[in-house]
């Protein structure tokens, strides 16, 4: 069965190139704004020492402390946000997909079929959340970072889907929004056939412009 849509799309050998070189100019960019971080919380801790007034030096160490943890948190959110083997595929009947799964490095693979889904609604945050029937054909597994794969139970029965590509959760809503029982929004639409003006409309808006 052919695939609705694929991310990541496939790239072209210069594409390839191209995305490879903006990657390492990121990662250069992201050691620097830590090292930047760690270096200048030293500064700060040297000035600790210094300083013999009691209050100002547990106020600078804490400076210190916390200027180092931003810079190597932030390092670490990127590493984790980075491209890891993320995929999307979706199909007319399911949907495969991979995504990260907390702050350590774990990943959640889920394949999910369409008709064991009960309803289908986005979170404040804009990801699908798919409320399940029993699920006996869908699987879903905790990859974790250092190998090995155990079974994932979805809590209270629901899947939550957070997708790195717009394009992939808006195919779904588009073009799969019954399967997945999606309640999407109709909009009436007026055309030009439309019986929207009357005659006594037209004699002082023959230019539809409604009075503007």
């Not at 300083?51 to 200027?67: H, S, T």
């Not at 309803?119 to 869908?138: H, I, P, V, Y």
């Not at 779904?172 to 399967?179: F, P, Q, S």
Request: glycine residues 6%; hydrophobic residues 40%.
């Amino acid at each position: 069965m052919e695939p609705i849509y694929i991310f990541p799309p496939k790239l072209s050998r210069t594409e390839k190139q191209a995305k490879a070189m903006n990657d390492i100019a990121e990662h250069r960019k992201m050691s620097k704004q830590m090292y930047r971080n760690l270096i200048l919380a030293g500064i700060i801790f040297v000035l600790a020492i210094l300083v013999k007034v009691i209050v100002i030096k547990v106020l600078l160490m804490a400076v210190a402390v916390g200027n180092a943890a931003v810079g190597v948190l932030l390092y670490r959110f990127y590493a984790l946000s980075r491209d890891t083997g993320l995929y999307t595929r979706i199909y007319p009947d399911r949907i495969e997909h991979l995504q990260k799964l907390g702050l350590m490095g774990d990943m959640l693979e889920v394949t999910l079929y369409y008709d064991e889904v009960e309803k289908t609604s986005q979170d404040s945050r804009g990801n699908m959340c798919f409320t399940l029937k029993e699920a006996e054909r869908s699987k879903f597994s905790k990859v974790r970072r250092k190998g090995g794969q155990e079974k994932y139970q979805p809590k209270d029965g629901l899947l939550v889907l957070k997708f790195v590509d717009t394009k992939a959760k808006l195919t779904l809503i588009d073009k799969l929004h019954d399967e997945i029982n999606y309640p999407k929004k109709n909009y009436n639409v007026i055309t030009d056939d439309d019986d929207y003006y009357s005659k006594e409309d037209m004699e002082w808006d023959k230019l539809h412009k409604h009075g503007l």
